[in-house]
């Protein structure tokens, strides 16, 4: 009995600086949320900007990181900001925020609501709005960085904090990777990021094994056909006809030529074609979005499309030298987001030690989002990443909680961004401890 009682007070002793510690981190960042990120948060959350044009809401966070003392640098893949802080030997951890707004009018009753318009990267004035969280990843990266500076004591090795452009179009990672990010910085051993989800509870953390988000690629899809008089069919070949069976012929795809335990999905985003009722156009052109979880199905399915599309074709006499085009963006592209299992367990672990277990939730996958943030863990890298969830809605509220890129949009600023830093800061103190 007296070695119990002695090994329960040596275990109580061992857990008691941890709690102590933890409670002052919650206690830095409640104090750094009321006296500096609410304010940072209403800023950006009024000023979104679109993919590849976030010139202000990059100097912002330039100002925000050299303030706390970090080496930055401006325009790495665009807008990109990247800021570093050495702290003696250990590992290289690079943390990730997207910056990025999407073209919607907001109407999300919020007193902050976004009125901001601004021209996209094609020259077309857009409305703009945060309809996917990226305020609150930004704010949370300036308070995980003012949290790891004040806390230098309890890590070791060399911080690497990245502001990314363009996620909504899935090309901003792969423009910063290409600019030198692991070349002209420091290369990590691990990379961190979170999203916000409107579909998980406030305040609470998600830390996936495996899986986190699906590949992407858009497709275009030209279908050619012979313009005429609408009411003359037969001397022209209606690519409107054609391209509405292309449509639904793609279906079958998913269907009939993935395994039914793989997750795939093709969906025809966009059809343009046509000028007036009475005349057969000579083109009709398609958009799709294209998702799986790995790269044999992936590679499937673009393959199928263009089978399915030019099939389509021949079957309604289109000829040869007319067949459709089919075009993968080479930007808008992105690989799945696959969470390193070891790392993140590790990570998961001391959430749960520092934060507490109840702090933890599980979410099934609900569809085939997908995330830019793959490029920064691809094999090729040797970058072991977690990406991790950060519940966004009052419990309460959740059954009625309006999904990402959704006008009507809405997360609790206070809870979201509070959590994301100390999970970061908790997973980063994790990955680089002192000694």
């Known amino acids: 009995m007296k070695k119990l009682l002695l090994a329960a007070a040596s275990l109580a002793a061992f857990a008691a600086p941890i709690q102590a510690q933890q409670n002052d981190l919650r206690t830095a960042v409640a104090e750094d949320y009321r006296e500096n ?22 100097a912002r966070m330039a100002q925000e990181l050299r303030l706390l003392g970090y080496d930055v640098t401006t325009g790495v893949g665009g807008t990109g900001v990247v800021a570093v802080m050495r702290n003696g030997a250990g590992p290289t951890v690079l943390m990730r925020a997207d910056m990025d707004g999407l073209p919607l009018q907001e109407r999300s009753g919020l007193a902050n609501a976004s009125t ?133 012929s793609l279906q079958s795809i998913v269907s009939r030529s993935i395994n039914p335990l793989e997750g795939a999905v093709v969906t025809v985003g966009m059809i343009h074609g046509g000028v007036k009722a009475n005349i057969i156009p000579e083109h009709v052109d398609l958009a799709l979005t294209v998702r799986s979880d790995n790269q044999a199905v992936r590679d499937e399915l673009l393959a199928d499309i263009a089978r399915v599309a030019r099939g389509t074709a021949l079957a309604h006499g289109v000829p040869e ?20 299992p070891a790392t993140a367990r590790r990570v998961r672990d001391a959430i749960a030690e520092r934060m507490g277990a109840d702090r933890l939730f599980e979410m099934p996958r609900t569809g085939m989002g997908a995330e830019d943030f793959a490029y920064f863990v691809t094999p090729d890298t040797g970058v072991r990443g977690v990406y991790m969830g950060v519940g966004g809605t009052a419990p309460a509220e959740l059954a009625t909680a309006a999904g990402h890129h959704s006008p009507l949009f809405r997360i609790q600023p206070e809870p979201s961004v509070t959590a994301g830093v100390e999970a970061m800061v908790v997973a980063a103190e994790a990955l680089m401890p002192r000694g």
Request: glycine share 8%; aromatic share 4%; hydrophobic share 40%.
């Open 116 to 248: 901001v318009r601004q021209t996209d990267m094609a020259g077309v004035e857009q409305p703009v709005m945060h309809a996917c969280g990226h305020d609150v990843h930004i704010t949370a990266l300036v308070g995980t960085a003012r949290q790891m500076r004040a806390r230098r004591a309890n890590w070791s090795g060399t911080l690497v904090l990245i502001a990314q452009p363009a996620e909504e179009t899935i090309s901003g990672a792969r423009a910063m990777i290409q600019d030198g990010l692991y070349t002209r910085f420091p290369k990590p051993d691990y990379a961190l990021a979170f999203h916000v989800d409107a579909q998980g509870p406030a305040g609470r953390i998600e830390v996936a094994d495996t899986i986190v988000a699906s590949s992407s690629d858009t497709v275009t899809i030209r279908v050619n056909g012979v313009g005429t008089h609408g009411a003359y069919p037969h001397l022209g070949i209606d690519p409107v006809l054609v391209a509405s069976q292309i449509v639904v």
């Open 321 to 340: 030298g007319r067949l459709p085009v089919v075009t993968p963006s080479p930007t808008e592209t992105t690989p799945p987001t696959i969470n390193d």
């Open 37 to 58: 990120l609410a304010e940072l948060f209403d800023h950006f959350h009024r000023n979104p900007e679109l993919s590849g044009r976030e010139t202000r809401t990059a």
